[in-house]
């Protein structure tokens, strides 16, 4: 690969599954068990409250027991030392990018430890359980904060700082998402659009695996690291 100056990477579930994580589709997901539509929308959200808030304080009670992989330490090693623009968009909610040290990283679907307050849109950091404890510390509404992630139908944190690094990227690289969610899974066409290089480092070939100019197929602690090492090496 020559001539690379901006990277964008954008990870997925995959990359934290394993940390131990689960990821969200197929087999042993987060999701068997639970209808996406009774979890992770609004309206979800109105009509059952409390399994909402326990979903998602049991994934962030889970955060205490997982460790960054491989994976994310070459990324963060990345990110210290590419002299270029560079910026790791992740999807995950998860904080193993942060806990590896990485800096130039945006979380688009919102965060397991923060919240969000329903009446003024303030958002805070969160630890521990949110059922039971859910009055607003800025505003004082009662019972109105909720987990800060992006449920379908929403729109997902900064795209305008994503768009503006997708069309000056030399270089997409895609790790671990399924490409079954947008906007992220039409990153690759944006890129592309503007001109960039694009690979794919998973598991298995996304829904979008046809886009990229190239895929890697095998797991993010292997794939990962490689990659930065040939991107360092270059
Ligand atoms: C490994 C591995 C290993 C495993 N190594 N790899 C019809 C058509 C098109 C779009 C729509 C439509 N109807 C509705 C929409 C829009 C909708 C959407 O995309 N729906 C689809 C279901 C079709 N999107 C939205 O509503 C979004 N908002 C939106 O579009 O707003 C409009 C707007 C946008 C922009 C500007 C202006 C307006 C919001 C989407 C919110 C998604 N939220 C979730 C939940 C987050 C909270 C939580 O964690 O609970 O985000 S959904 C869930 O999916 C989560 C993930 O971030 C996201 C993506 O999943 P991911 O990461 O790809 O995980 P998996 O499990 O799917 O895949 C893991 C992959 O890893 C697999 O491929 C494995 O093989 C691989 N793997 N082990 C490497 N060791």
């Known amino acids: 690969m020559s001539a690379i100056q901006n ?3 954008l990870t997925g579930a995959g990359i934290s599954a394993e940390s131990g994580l689960a990821t969200f589709r197929g087999p042993g997901g987060l999701w068997e068990g639970h209808r996406v539509e009774d979890i992770c929308t609004p309206e979800a959200l109105a ?3 409390p399994l909402v808030l326990e979903f998602y304080d049991a994934r962030r ?29 992740t999807q ?14 945006l979380h688009m679907h919102g965060e397991l430890q923060s919240a ?7 958002r805070l950091p969160w630890a521990g359980p949110m059922i039971g404890h859910a009055d607003c510390p800025s505003c004082g509404a009662k019972g109105a904060l909720r987990p800060d992630i992006v449920f379908f139908g929403e729109i997902p944190y900064q795209m305008d700082v994503i768009d503006r690094a997708l069309a000056r990227a030399d270089l997409f690289v895609s790790i671990g998402t399924s490409g079954a969610v ?3 899974a039409g990153f690759v066409q944006t890129a592309r659009h503007y001109g960039a290089q694009t690979l794919e480092l998973n598991l298995e070939p996304s829904a979008g695996s046809f886009h990229f ?3 890697r197929i095998g797991p993010a602690s292997r794939l990962v690291p490689e990659w930065v090492a040939e991107l360092n090496g270059s």
């Open 7 to 9: 990277i964008v990477i």
């Open 116 to 122: 969000l307050c329903e009446a003024c849109e303030v």
């Open 92 to 105: 995950n909610v998860d904080d193993l990018h942060e806990r590896a040290g990485a800096k130039r990283m």
């Open 47 to 49: 009509r059952d409250r």
């Open 213 to 215: 100019d190239e895929s």
């Open 182 to 184: 947008y906007p992220a």
């Open 61 to 89: 009670a889970a955060l205490t027991t997982v460790e960054p992989n491989p994976a994310h330490h070459a990324l963060a090693r990345l990110d210290a030392e590419w002299p270029g623009e560079l910026l790791i968009v």
